[in-house]
């Protein structure tokens, strides 16, 4: 009997708790504002729409910085089990091979005001024993956990773009 008073007791308290909240008057921020341009003030004040111009250096810097294309790429290898890193130079369109892992470089993107703040580098690897792809996307020099290699075994990240 307890049990079952305590069940509704608490539906109770449940039901009414939307009822109470909407007593309560909210604050002036948490107002809903109304658009200036639907408003029934004649005094509201509309924004003027943006100029093309203005719409343009808005697009721009929405892109984030310009980047350049790199001729290849740095790329180093880490062997868990031995601990030991080995580097490759790729060029786009090439490939290598890593323990039971083949490498390739489609593209390497790198920022164009600052070529040595960061890389972009657009991979595939496969696992050759298993004939599986374990990996196909871009690594960024920058944050190699963000978009990363996962294997038992081998690491690889990006290093950098080669420029030249």
């Given at each position: 009997m307890t049990e079952f008073l305590a069940r509704a007791c608490l539906c109770l308290?449940?039901?009414?708790?939307?009822?109470?909240?909407?007593?309560?008057?909210?604050?002036?921020?948490?107002?809903?504002?109304?658009?200036?341009?639907?408003?029934d003030d004649p005094q509201a004040v509309v924004p003027a729409e943006p100029s093309a111009a203005e719409r343009q250096r808005a697009a721009e810097a929405a892109k984030g910085p310009?980047?350049?294309r790199g001729q290849g790429a740095q790329l180093r290898g880490l062997d868990k089990i031995t601990g030991q890193t080995s580097d490759f130079d790729l060029a786009i369109g090439q490939?290598?091979?890593?323990?039971?892992?083949?490498?390739?470089?489609?593209?390497?993107?790198?920022?164009?005001?600052?070529?040595s703040a960061d890389a972009y580098a657009e991979l595939t690897i496969t696992d050759r024993r298993a004939n599986k792809q374990v990996f196909s996307g871009?690594?960024?020099?920058?944050?190699?956990?963000?978009?990363?290699?996962?294997?038992s075994r081998y690491d690889v990240w990006v290093v950098a773009c080669n420029r030249a």
């Open positions: 308290l449940l039901a009414a708790s939307p009822a109470l909240a909407q007593d309560e008057v909210p604050d002036e921020d948490q107002q809903l504002m109304v658009d200036p341009a639907f408003s310009e980047t350049a490939s290598v091979e890593f323990g039971r892992l083949q490498v390739s470089l489609a593209e390497c993107r790198f920022p164009a005001a600052d070529p871009w690594m960024i020099a920058s944050a190699p956990a963000l978009s990363a290699l996962d294997d």
